[in-house]
Nanobody, 128 residues
Framework: QVQVVESGGGSVQAGGSLRLSCAVSGYIYSSRCMGWFRQAPGKEREGVAAIYTGGGSTYYADSVKGRFTISRDNAKNTVYLQMNSLKPEDTAMYYC?????????????????????WGQGTQVTVSS
């Protein structure tokens, strides 16, 4: 049984930082694409960042480039999202997700329909 568990959300003032963690179990973690997504109330879910655990290639949405960093610790089957210079518009529920395929081809586009396994989400709130 695959489990995806996010942690690290919270409330922070604009300009602050948070680090989200995503631990995966029951899953062949190596050579997979892992992604972070977010959904704000009344808005569609959007892809934020993705990483291919095999080679470590990373991909970002334009809205977070230069502010967010995705990384992984393969020994811990864990992916991280370091979020700096947070803005009120970053406020959302953040989700971690894992693809089934071992191919990196779909990783760059960060689309939710490419992902099979999802966590329950962790809330990030940024106040102005």
């Amino acid at each position: 049984q695959v489990q995806v568990v996010e942690s690290g959300g919270g409330s922070v003032q604009a300009g602050g930082s948070l680090r989200l963690s995503c631990a995966v179990s029951g899953y062949i973690y190596s050579s997979r694409c892992m992604g972070w997504f977010r959904q704000a109330p009344g808005k569609e879910r959007e892809g934020v960042a993705a990483i291919y655990t095999g080679g470590g290639s990373t991909y970002y949405a334009d809205s977070v480039k230069g502010r967010f960093t995705i990384s992984r610790d393969n020994a811990k089957n864990t992916v991280y999202l370091q979020m700096n210079s947070l803005k009120p518009e970053d406020t959302a529920m953040y989700y971690c997700a894992a693809q089934v395929t071992t191919s990196p081809v779909l990783c760059p586009r960060i689309k939710d329909y490419d992902y099979r396994y999802w966590g329950q989400g962790t809330q990030v709130t940024v106040s102005s």
